[in-house]
Every structure is written in C-alpha cells, then in structure tokens.
C-alpha cells in the first residue's frame, strides 16, 4: 500500500497525515501521544492498511501540523481531530488512540459519538497511581529501559519538531485530564491493547479500563509501551480482529 502526505485546513491550522485509502473496510484513524508524530504508528498502520483505509494524523503542535502558541489539553485535541475528520470527509471511522492519544481518541469518541464506530485504546494514560508529572515521566523513564534503543532517533526527532515546552505542557494536560469521566461515556466497547513490558500503562491498569468500558483486554507478549512501534504485525491483527465485530 503507498501511503501519501495530505494537508487540511482545520480552524487556521494546516494539520499534516499520510494516508493509505485504497483497502475496503471501516476507515481506521491512529492518533498519536504527547511527545511524537505520526512516525512512530507508522509500522501498525502499515500492516493494517492492506485491510482498512488507514490515515495517520499529526496533532496542533507536533510533526508537520502548524505549531499553535499553546500546548493544547485534551478537549482542545478531541474538538480539533473532530473538525479534522469532517475536513477530510471522514467517518465515522474507527479510532486507535495511543497513550495520551487514547485519552484524546476517548474524549472524541465521548463527544462525537456519530464519528465514532470502533476504538482502540492502546497503553492508555493517565493509570490514576501515575497521575503526576513526576509519576507518569518515572514511569517512561522506566520504560526506556525495555523499549528497543532503535526508537531513539525517531522520539528525539519529533520531541524537536514539538519542542520540549509544549512536551511538558502536555504532560500537565495528561495527568490532569480524569480519563475515567470520559471512559464511562463511551460510545461504544473498546478493545484495550497494550504490551506485557509496559510500564507506563500497565496490565492492571488496561484491565480496570476495559472492564470500567464493557471493552476487551489484549496483551501482546514481550512488548513495551511502544507496541504500535515495535510489535506491528500482532498489533495489526489484533487490531483486524476487534473491528471485524465492530
């Protein structure tokens, strides 16, 4: 499948995706977290795009959207991918929110339930025992650890695109936002993905959220936070199969 670089007009705000649209299905939305871009969803959205139209957008503020002068929370995010989707003419579509982007995909979903079909939380933030700068950041700081060092190159790069200013703010915005209020609100059950290694998003965790959402909880062996990243091809499949019943 190519993918190829798109630019909307959203709000005064040229927001950057690469896109695939060619396959049948339910189209599939990745939506990235607080300190990257579209680049790093790059491999699940690769092996899922021979199944479903997969588009990747970069939010306000990261990758080769326009830069707002504010680092915006949640709400922001949600609203503005909201007007996103109907520029582009799409939906409703199925949402596969990463970390801080699962929080985003939640509020979306909650708001807007008529663009919304099927969603997918992968390593969700905010755990509520992790709900504090230094919490959340310990725990990444952990992750580091089990993450494959290969990564590097494309975190330090989207960080510079983003500027650790807007990083930290975000940071704020994550462990403030009570993703539970949005969680009951769900429109619809969601698949909760996440890896066995992830310490920022732990087990115990995606299961309280899956349970809390009536969603179904998959854990992909030997993977970290980053599993969209590192484990394509089993992200992908489980992906496939959750919107197959959706």
């Given at each position: 499948?190519?993918?190829?670089?798109?630019?909307a007009?959203?709000?005064?705000?040229?927001?950057?995706?690469?896109?695939?649209?060619d396959?049948?299905?339910?189209?599939?939305?990745?939506?990235?977290g607080l300190?990257?871009?579209?680049r790093?969803?790059m491999?699940t959205a690769?092996a899922l795009?021979?199944?479903?139209p997969v588009?990747v957008p970069?939010?306000?503020?990261?990758?080769?959207?326009?830069k707002p002068?504010h680092a915006y929370d949640?709400?922001?995010?949600?609203d503005h991918?909201a007007?996103?989707?109907?520029?582009?003419d799409?939906?409703p579509v199925?949402?596969?929110?990463?970390?801080?982007?699962?929080?985003?995909?939640a509020r979306?979903?909650?708001?807007?339930?008529?663009?919304?079909?099927?969603l997918v939380l992968a390593?969700?933030?905010?755990?509520?025992?992790a709900?504090?700068r230094?919490?959340?950041i310990?725990?990444w700081l952990?992750?580091?650890?089990v993450?494959?060092p290969?990564q590097a190159?494309?975190l330090?790069h989207?960080v510079a695109d983003?500027?650790?200013?807007?990083v930290l703010?975000t940071?704020g915005?994550?462990?403030?936002?009570?993703?539970?209020k949005?969680?009951?609100?769900?429109?619809?059950?969601p698949?909760?993905?996440?890896?066995?290694?992830?310490t920022?998003?732990?087990l115990?965790?995606?299961t309280?959220?899956?349970?809390?959402t009536a969603g179904?909880?998959v854990?992909?062996?030997g993977?970290?936070h980053n599993?969209l990243?590192?484990?394509?091809?089993?992200?992908?499949t489980?992906?496939?199969?959750?919107?197959?019943?959706?």
């Open positions: 499948m190519v993918f190829r670089r798109r630019w007009l959203v709000r005064g705000l040229r927001i950057h995706d690469v896109a695939a649209e396959a049948p299905g339910t189209p599939v939305v990745f939506v990235h300190a990257v871009s579209h790093y969803l491999p690769r795009a021979p199944r479903h588009v970069d939010l306000p503020g990261f990758g080769h959207s326009d002068a949640v709400g922001e995010h949600a991918l007007a996103w989707l109907k520029a582009r799409l939906g199925a949402l596969v929110g990463h970390s801080f982007g699962a929080e985003v995909a979306l979903a909650a708001d807007h339930p008529g663009l919304v079909t099927g390593g969700p933030t905010t755990d509520p025992r709900r504090s230094r919490a959340l310990g725990r952990l992750d580091t650890l993450e494959a290969w190159p494309i330090a989207d983003a500027k650790p200013w807007r703010a940071v915005h994550s462990v403030r936002n009570e993703v539970e949005d969680l009951l609100r769900l429109p619809v059950s698949l909760v993905l996440g890896g066995s290694l992830d920022v998003a732990p115990t965790w995606r309280a959220v899956a349970e809390m179904t909880s854990t992909i062996p993977a970290a599993a990243t590192t484990s394509p091809r089993r992200a992908a489980a992906i496939a199969a959750y919107l197959s019943q959706h």
